[in-house]
Every structure is written in C-alpha cells, then in structure tokens.
C-alpha cells in the first residue's frame, strides 16, 4: 500500500524537548494514551554538526516488540522533502495502558538499539515480553480509537498523525485476537467509552476496540470462536457474543443465547440491554420495554440503561415517561481521549503525499495566512456542537422527540411533567395542600413557557440552583432531588447543569425551530430560506439580506444544525452549498448519508473516492468507517462491479488506486463479494 507523507514538526532549540513533555504527561494520562510519538535528530549530510530535533506522532504500528519500532524509524531515513539532512538517531514513544507505562526505543543510526519503559515517575523500567504483549495490543485499540470517521474531526484535533490500518492480514488478526484473549479480564484497567460510569469486565475500551474491529472487518466467525472460548470462563461475555451473532445475522443463535443466559445471571444489565435492542429493532415495543425496565433495575447508576428506557418510550410514542425518563439519566463529565501536549514548535512541515493530490480537493482551500471564513456569532454559538458523551445522546433523544411531535408539544408535555424554577416559587407560595411535582430549573436570563418566548443570550456562565427560598413548613411542594449530575460537557466554562433543563432552555438552536413554527408561513419553509431562519436564529429575514453570501464554514455548520435536529433535506442542501465553494469532507460525508439512503452506488462511490483521497492527503490510510461503506458495497454488488464503477471514474488513476486499496483489503479478508 502507498504510504502517507510524513509530517514534520520541528524543534531548532532544544532537543527532546517533547519526548520530555510527553514524560511530564504520563501521570495524567486516563484512557488508552496519546498516539505514539516518532521523534528524529537530523544534521547536515556535509559540513555542520549542528542538530535539529523533528517529530511526527503515528496509530497503527506493530508495536510488539523493539525491533518492530526500530523497523519504522529505519523507514525514515530517507526524506525526499530533506536532502541536505540525514537522521543521526530516533526516539519511538509507545503507551502500555494496561501498566501505565511508556515503551521507549533508542535508535543510533547507523548502530544501536536501546528499548526500555518510563513509569509515571520519569524513572526507567525493563521491557518484559508480558509489557510487549500489552502494549502491542494497546496499539491496535489506539488505531481503531483514534481514526478519523471520515469527517476530518479526529484528523483537525491533533496535527501531524500518521494513521495506519494495525491489522492487515490474517496473520496479523491472529495475533491481535490472541492477545486480546489472554489480557480481556484485564481490560477494565483501560477504562471505558465515556458513557459509562463503572468500566467492567463486557464494558471497557478493550471490549469497545474488538467489538469495532468485527463490525468494520465483518470478520464474525473470528469474533463469535474468540467469545464463545471467553464465555466458559464468564458467562458475563454472552453479552458481547450476542452482539456478534446478530452482527452475523444469527438472530437464532442470539436470541437462544440471551435466554440461556440469563437463566444464569438473570440481573446482568448488558444481557438486558442486549434484549432490549433486539425487540425494539423487530418492532415489539412492549416487550422491549420489560426488558429496559429491568436493565434500569439492574445498573440504576449507568446512563446506558436510561438511556435505552427512554429510547423505548420514544418509539412507544409516550412522550411524557419518555421525557420523565430522560431527565433521571445519571450524566457524567466527558472524559476525552488522552491527546498530546507538545511545546511550541519552531515550525510546522506538512507535505501533500503526490499520489493523493486532487485539483477539486485542493481549489479554494484557504491558504497559509489567508483570513478565516467569516462565521455569524448566533452560528458560533451552537452549544450543541461541543457537546458529548451523555450529553450528546440525551441531546439527540430529546431532538428525536422534538422533530416527531414538533417543539409546540414537545413543550405542552413538558408542562404537564415538569415545573419550572419560577413556576414552582409561584407555585408554591400559592400552594395551600400537599401535593408533589418534579421541577426543572431555570437558567439565568432564559426563561421558557410555552408561549415559546426565550431569551436570545444564553451565555450567561450559572443557571439558577435549586434554592431553599420560600415558605417553609408543613404546607411546602416537596422537592424531588435532582437526579442528573452536575457536570457540564465539556471542562472549562461551561455553565452547571441540571436535569434537561440545558436542553430545554440553553440550546440556542432550539429556539429559531420554535419560533419557525409559530410563525405564519405560506407554503412550508424549504431550502434557503428556512436555512437562513436557522442562521438567523429564526427572526424575520429581509427579501434583500437572502442575497447575502453565506461561507463555506456557515454552510457546513448549518448542515451539521440541520442534521442535529432531523431536517434532513435542510442539512444536504447546506452541504451542497458548502461543496460548491471548496471541498469539506464533512459536507461529503453528510452527502454519502443522502446517497446511502437512495441506494446510488455510484453516487457513494463517488463520496468515498474523494474522502479517501482527502485522507491519504491528511496522513491517514485507514478510516474504520471508509472501510465499512467499502465492505458493504462489495457485499451488496460485489467487488468486480465495485472496482468496475470507481475505475471508470473520470479522475487521476492515483486517486482511484487509493480506493482499490480499500478493496483489496475486503479480498485479503476475504470479505462476502470479493470473490466474483
């Protein structure tokens, strides 16, 4: 396969200075490790001794012993971009999550070879083959961890990553699942996806990574014959192996396994849970709802359980438990993947590798120096945008919600459930018999009613506690304690939450969607028009103002709006818009959502070239998510018209070689539809 270029950041000062850094972040370090960090010292070929430190940070490499580590610093002697230069010796960082340790290879060019471990404290450790077996599989989860969705987010949030796929054969499957065997009651120690409050033995990084390798690889006799030998050490794992069959379209088997099971360990909450998806997903909503009910009962402190309750409700259409349920999910401050910190550097090389260049990827890119697209402040302010972790998916239930019975119900239930800060002062020094409600706070300078009015500035920094104001005695509206955590989503500034007051009354998105539908309109709002409510937060848009230009950042933002709240049409218009200024991957990877959904395979490959070319261009040759859309299509039409259709593309035959690498990957695993 073509290799991406390689990034260079350079250190002219001081050497070492972010292998240092990097040793000075160890003791914070909290889930599965910063991507490995490769760091170089160069010196001119002829004439100066002076040194120069250049490091790059890489996912995906054999990490299974020294000389595999060594074997990727040797790859980079050679520079086509650096002639004058020569590498004079290396440094290869790896984490050992599992020991919290960092992997440390020495390479002197031409001559030695050097590996040992840095534990939390700067202080050098052995490295045992038991440590090399660790952190060989903390590489493979990193990889899957850290790749790129084919958005660009993951790409944008550190610079200078090589993204390599860490599995590419049999071969090296084997070895990947054999060592996830021997380590898996180990994999608590990795901690879990931030929606999880307690990692346990079917619920953690380790069980996340091999879960998201057989979904991406469709590689399920592997993944059913590894948990079928885990499951006779702990029954607890039919959970994971229940998933696998129904990945495998064993429902059978599945539904056989969950019930055997749980005759076992009848208040295991991930059988449950696992229960209660299958039912949804055929359609029997009560029963579906029997088993979310005991899953709660079961983990009443884990958000996933919660969460599946109140998607039940969702589909059962009672949009008031479903709203009651939502506001009991226990939330938990996001915890991100572990990134690194580097010092500043003295400057930055990012090369274009030759074989990914593509004119429409590259035309209208902002250049060095060039001003940033102009972005409206309303669009700035989209909370929802940073949200994650539990604050992401109770978000997208409650826009669920919102998008099948429209904001004027969605806040007639909400009256009907809940009462609001200033509504239960009023409320209760009215108040003349004992009775109980639940409450929902307000948020400073946001009061909500179902007249729908709503303060236009929601960044005030405190909402408004639950206070002990007013009568007190025997006469008083008891109180029930808030059940959601007072975390925010992100770490900084972010105001104090409680209950789904946030979503109700601090998501400035919500309120142009509100107020549209309020507003009288002749004929409904489409495209631009209702694009331009969005942007502007809903108020009366001049004739003259629509001629205004919009960036290509305002669209895509306005798509991802359009997507959070289920405009779907909305969103691919804006995205449309977006790509026909300059390319967005995002936008295109909003486009290849439209195209799935229409069956146009041609369309979706169309997508999938460009992405990946603007990938390899971005140091990344694996996107999990690329490789699934590729695996299917080959499934569904098989490879020889897969590759027929992407080779009659009307674009560089370097381009489309990226994308047939893809493919040869599904007939090296000898993926359904490579064969014919």
């Given at each position: 396969?073509?290799?991406?270029?390689?990034?260079?950041?350079?250190?002219?000062?001081?050497?070492?200075a972010?292998?240092?850094a990097?040793?000075?972040?160890?003791?914070?370090?909290?889930e599965?490790?910063?991507?490995?960090?490769?760091y170089?010292?160069?010196?001119?070929?002829?004439?100066?001794?002076?040194?120069t430190?250049?490091?790059?940070?890489?996912?995906?490499?054999?990490?299974?012993?020294?000389?595999?580590?060594?074997?990727?610093?040797?790859?980079?002697?050679?520079?086509?971009?650096?002639?004058?230069n020569?590498?004079?010796?290396?440094?290869?960082?790896?984490?050992?999550?599992?020991?919290?340790?960092?992997?440390?290879?020495?390479v002197?060019?031409?001559?030695?070879?050097?590996?040992?471990?840095i534990?939390?404290?700067?202080?050098?450790?052995?490295?045992?083959e038991?440590?090399?077996?660790?952190?060989?599989?903390?590489g493979?989860?990193?990889?899957?961890?850290?790749?790129?969705?084919?958005?660009?987010?993951?790409?944008?949030?550190?610079?200078?990553?090589r993204?390599?796929?860490?599995v590419?054969?049999?071969?090296?499957?084997?070895r990947?699942?054999?060592?996830?065997?021997?380590?898996?009651?180990?994999?608590?120690?990795?901690?879990?996806?931030?929606?999880?409050?307690?990692?346990?033995?079917?619920?953690?990084?380790?069980?996340s990574?091999?879960?998201k390798?057989?979904?991406?690889?469709?590689?399920?006799?592997?993944?059913?014959?590894?948990?079928e030998?885990?499951?006779?050490?702990?029954?607890?794992?039919?959970?994971?192996?229940?998933?696998?069959?129904?990945?495998a379209d064993?429902?059978?088997?599945?539904?056989?396994?969950?019930?055997?099971?749980l005759?076992?360990?009848?208040?295991?909450?991930?059988?449950?849970?696992?229960?209660?998806?299958?039912c949804?997903?055929?359609?029997?909503?009560?029963?579906?709802?029997?088993?979310?009910?005991?899953a709660?009962?079961?983990?009443?402190?884990?958000?996933?359980?919660?969460?599946?309750?109140?998607?039940?409700?969702v589909?059962?259409?009672?949009?008031?438990?479903?709203?009651?349920?939502l506001?009991?999910?226990p939330?938990?401050?996001?915890?991100?993947?572990d990134?690194?910190?580097?010092?500043?550097?003295?400057?930055?090389?990012l090369?274009?590798?030759?074989?990914?260049?593509?004119d429409?990827?590259?035309?209208?890119?902002?250049?060095?120096?060039?001003?940033?697209?102009?972005v409206?402040?309303?669009?700035?302010?989209?909370?929802?945008?940073?949200?994650?972790?539990?604050?992401?998916?109770?978000?997208n239930?409650?826009?669920?919600?919102?998008?099948?019975?429209?904001?004027?119900?969605?806040?007639?239930?909400?009256?009907?459930?809940?009462?609001?800060?200033?509504?239960?002062?009023?409320?209760?020094?009215?108040?003349?018999?004992?009775?109980s409600?639940?409450?929902?706070?307000?948020?400073?300078?946001?009061?909500?009613?179902e007249?729908?009015?709503?303060?236009?500035?929601?960044?005030?920094?405190?909402?408004?506690?639950?206070?002990?104001?007013?009568?007190?005695?025997?006469?008083?509206?008891?109180?029930?304690?808030?059940?959601?955590?007072?975390?925010?989503?992100?770490?900084?500034?972010?105001?104090?939450?409680?209950?789904?007051a946030?979503?109700l009354?601090?998501?400035p998105?919500?309120?142009?969607?509100?107020?549209?539908?309020?507003?009288p309109?002749?004929?409904?709002?489409r495209?631009?028009?209702?694009?331009h409510?969005?942007a502007?937060?809903?108020?009366?848009?001049?004739?003259?103002?629509?001629?205004?230009?919009?960036?290509?950042?305002?669209?895509?933002?306005?798509?991802?709006?359009?997507?959070r709240?289920?405009?779907?049409?909305?969103?691919?218009?804006a995205?449309?818009?977006?790509?026909?200024?300059?390319f967005?991957?995002?936008?295109?990877?909003g486009?290849?959502?439209?195209y799935?959904?229409?069956?146009?395979?041609?369309s979706?490959?169309?997508?999938?070239?460009?992405?990946?070319?603007?990938q390899?261009?971005?140091?990344?040759?694996?996107s999990?998510?690329?490789?699934?859309m590729?695996?299917k299509?080959?499934?569904?039409?098989?490879?020889?018209?897969?590759r027929?259709?992407?080779q009659?593309?009307n674009?560089p035959?370097?381009?489309?070689?990226?994308t047939h690498?893809?493919?040869q990957?599904?007939?090296?695993?000898?993926s359904?539809?490579?064969?014919?």
């Amino acid at each position: 396969m073509v290799a991406p270029a390689v990034p260079e950041i350079y250190e002219e000062d001081e050497l070492f200075a972010a292998v240092d850094a990097r040793s000075e972040s160890l003791q914070n370090l909290r889930e599965l490790g910063p991507p490995d960090l490769v760091y170089l010292v160069k010196q001119p070929k002829t004439g100066s001794t002076r040194q120069t430190g250049v490091y790059h940070h890489v996912t995906g490499i054999d990490a299974s012993s020294s000389a595999s580590l060594a074997a990727y610093v040797n790859t980079l002697t050679f520079s086509p971009l650096d002639k004058t230069n020569k590498v004079v010796s290396g440094v290869y960082c790896c984490y050992n999550a599992f020991s919290h340790l960092d992997m440390r290879v020495e390479v002197k060019i031409p001559g030695s070879l050097e590996s040992y471990c840095i534990d939390e404290r700067g202080d050098k450790r052995v490295a045992t083959e038991a440590l090399w077996l660790e952190t060989f599989l903390c590489g493979v989860l990193r990889a899957y961890s850290y790749a790129d969705d084919g958005s660009g987010d993951a790409i944008r949030k550190i610079v200078g990553v090589r993204r390599f796929n860490p599995v590419t054969n049999t071969e090296m499957e084997h070895r990947f699942l054999d060592a996830a065997e021997r380590l898996f009651f180990m994999g608590r120690q990795l901690s879990s996806d931030p929606e999880t409050q307690v990692p346990n033995t079917v619920t953690n990084h380790l069980t996340s990574g091999l879960l998201k390798y057989i979904h991406t690889t469709g590689r399920y006799t592997s993944g059913i014959n590894l948990f079928e030998k885990l499951r006779t050490k702990d029954v607890e794992v039919s959970s994971l192996l229940a998933k696998v069959l129904r990945m495998a379209d064993e429902e059978v088997r599945a539904v056989r396994l969950m019930f055997d099971a749980l005759q076992d360990v009848p208040m295991d909450y991930a059988l449950l849970d696992c229960q209660a998806d299958f039912c949804s997903s055929k359609g029997e909503g009560e029963m579906a709802l029997e088993c979310a009910k005991r899953a709660v009962t079961a983990a009443p402190s884990e958000f996933s359980t919660w969460a599946r309750l109140a998607e039940v409700y969702v589909n059962l259409e009672q949009w008031d438990l479903a709203l009651l349920t939502l506001n009991s999910c226990p939330m938990f401050t996001y915890q991100d993947k572990d990134t690194p910190r580097m010092p500043q550097p003295s400057r930055i090389m990012l090369p274009i590798l030759a074989e990914s260049m593509l004119d429409e990827i590259d035309e209208g890119q902002p250049r060095q120096g060039d001003p940033h697209d102009y972005v409206h402040p309303s669009l700035r302010r989209l909370h929802a945008a940073t949200y994650q972790g539990t604050f992401l998916k109770a978000y997208n239930l409650l826009t669920k919600i919102a998008a099948a019975i429209g904001w004027d119900q969605l806040l007639k239930v909400r009256s009907e459930v809940f009462v609001m800060e200033e509504e239960y002062r009023t409320e209760r020094q009215q108040s003349t018999s004992k009775h109980s409600i639940h409450t929902i706070p307000e948020t400073n300078g946001d009061h909500e009613h179902e007249s729908g009015h709503s303060s236009q500035d929601d960044s005030s920094d405190e909402p408004a506690t639950n206070g002990d104001d007013g009568p007190q005695g025997g006469d008083a509206i008891e109180r029930p304690e808030q059940t959601m955590a007072s975390e925010a989503a992100k770490s900084g500034s972010e105001p104090v939450i409680r209950s789904i007051a946030f979503l109700l009354h601090t998501v400035p998105e919500q309120t142009p969607v509100r107020e549209m539908a309020r507003q009288p309109v002749h004929g409904p709002v489409r495209g631009s028009a209702h694009l331009h409510h969005l942007a502007n937060r809903g108020r009366p848009v001049p004739a003259a103002s629509m001629e205004y230009k919009k960036s290509a950042t305002e669209w895509e933002i306005l798509g991802e709006l359009a997507e959070r709240l289920h405009h779907f049409e909305e969103g691919i218009e804006a995205y449309q818009n977006c790509l026909s200024i300059r390319f967005s991957p995002k936008a295109m990877r909003g486009l290849l959502k439209l195209y799935e959904q229409q069956n146009d395979t041609r369309s979706m490959l169309g997508a999938l070239i460009r992405l990946i070319a603007w990938q390899y261009r971005w140091y990344s040759e694996f996107s999990p998510e690329l490789l699934f859309m590729i695996r299917k299509l080959i499934e569904d039409e098989g490879a020889v018209k897969v590759r027929s259709i992407v080779q009659a593309t009307n674009l560089p035959q370097t381009v489309l070689d990226l994308t047939h690498q893809y493919c040869q990957l599904c007939a090296t695993f000898r993926s359904s539809g490579s064969d014919g």
